[in-house]
């Protein structure tokens, strides 16, 4: 696919993404006016893929050509969004900046520019002239870091929000959606107000995210293996460094997010206490057939149809192993979800409920999978009060 086309004086400038297998870098290219070859400048994750909910609408990420002839764009490296300037000759710059950059302007000189405890900024030339949330967001706590270094060798890197008060505290493991994507410098103000209301948060990149390599965000069809891994080897790291009770551990996610909720819940279901699945996977067959990006992104991620492998897609559907699962769960769902359609939602909710497991719908019309993003407002804070009251209910 190609997307992010930039016209500038010697050629264009674009960004190609292969659709061989989930998680390959994107490739910036170049083409000479005149030329049919295009000449790959630059490889990473381009775009800044790290989660916040208080952005709203596009960002400028590039590619964009500068008055100096070069080309600019954003790539997500480490929990962070990074600007870098190219020359069509492939010469790479890296425009140093202690936080994320999530849009750019003439040049690299204005940017927006985020990190753990607050929203996008204004910064020009350096300094910092406009914080449009100065006056309401006040007094948020930047979260602990830790890592966990996994047996094959590699560090999961994470954070860990902690409530006032000595604990030891209940605790959610709170997993980014994608996989594809990332938690780094950037406010999730969900999970601070799960901190005030005296949860503690642990959260973190597992193999597939992006920004730490290639291999790295490259699961390979491992769905719900190796990032598994990951997640539960960063929890128990949390449980053995901070003031955290491991007989009160919940779990939630959106998106992948979810579905690895769904699954965590149904494969390790002596771990959590409950759960909160929000706009989750629960069976591949019909998410194959349902939504908007079905065959391409099941295929993509594990390398299997309905008609080439289908028992894959039922091994990998957590709906195979609901029999399992113990834990009180809310499902979190928008009616006009077409990435993940709403029938995953209640597959899983009457799984559970046919189960005997305490569950509840929390149904939403008239949104799609952005609403914890971009939904109306009224609908978000009432989402996150069904959240609220879920873990203070079970939790």
């Known amino acids: 696919a190609v997307w992010g086309l930039a016209a500038g004086p010697e050629g264009l400038a674009f960004v190609f993404q292969s659709f061989k297998e989930g998680g390959l870098f994107d490739e910036l290219r170049f083409l000479p006016y005149g030329k049919t070859e295009a000449q790959t400048l630059f490889r990473a994750h381009l775009g800044n893929s790290v989660n916040s909910d208080v952005r709203f609408g596009a960002y400028e990420n590039g590619p964009k050509w500068g008055k100096d002839g070069r080309v600019y764009v954003v790539a997500t490296e480490a929990g962070k969004g990074v600007l870098y300037a190219l020359t069509p000759s492939g010469e790479a710059e890296r425009i140093a900046h202690e936080k994320s950059i999530v849009a750019f302007a003439f040049d690299g000189a204005a940017l927006l520019a985020e990190d753990f405890p607050h929203g996008p900024r204004l910064v020009f030339k350096g300094r910092e002239v406009y914080d449009p949330n100065r006056r309401v967001l006040k007094g948020l706590n930047a979260p602990e870091p830790l890592t966990f270094r996994a047996p094959e060798g590699h560090a999961v890197p994470g954070w860990v929000l902690l409530p006032e008060g000595e604990g030891p505290h209940p605790v959610i493991l709170y997993i980014h959606g994608g996989p594809h994507t990332a938690f780094g410098r950037a406010l999730m103000l969900e999970l601070e107000l799960f901190r005030q209301a005296g949860f503690a948060v642990v959260f973190g990149n597992p193999r597939g995210s992006t920004g730490y390599g290639e291999d790295f965000a490259r699961l390979k069809g491992r769905w719900g293996e190796i990032d598994a891994a990951d997640l539960l080897g960063l929890l128990d790291e949390a449980l053995k460094r901070f003031p955290l009770d491991p007989s009160r551990v919940g779990v939630a996610g959106g998106s992948y997010g979810g579905y690895m909720t769904n699954w965590l819940t149904a494969k390790h279901p002596e771990r959590f206490k409950a759960a909160v699945t929000d706009r989750s996977i629960s069976n591949w067959t019909s998410f194959f ?50 990435r993940c359609p709403i029938d995953q939602g209640e597959t899983w909710y009457t799984a559970l409920f046919d189960r005997g497991v305490k569950a509840r719908f929390f149904r939403v019309p008239g949104e799609g999978h952005n609403l914890s993003r971009s939904g109306r407002p009224d609908r978000r804070v009432a989402r996150l009060r069904a959240y609220l009251d879920w873990w203070k209910e079970n939790l």
């Open 289 to 338: 057939g349902a939504s908007d990006i079905g065959p391409m992104f099941t295929r993509l991620q594990l390398f299997a149809d309905p008609w080439k492998h289908p028992e894959v897609l039922w091994e990998k559907s957590p709906l195979a192993h609901a029999h399992r699962v113990k834990a009180p769960t809310l499902i979190v769902h928008a009616e006009q979800d077409h």
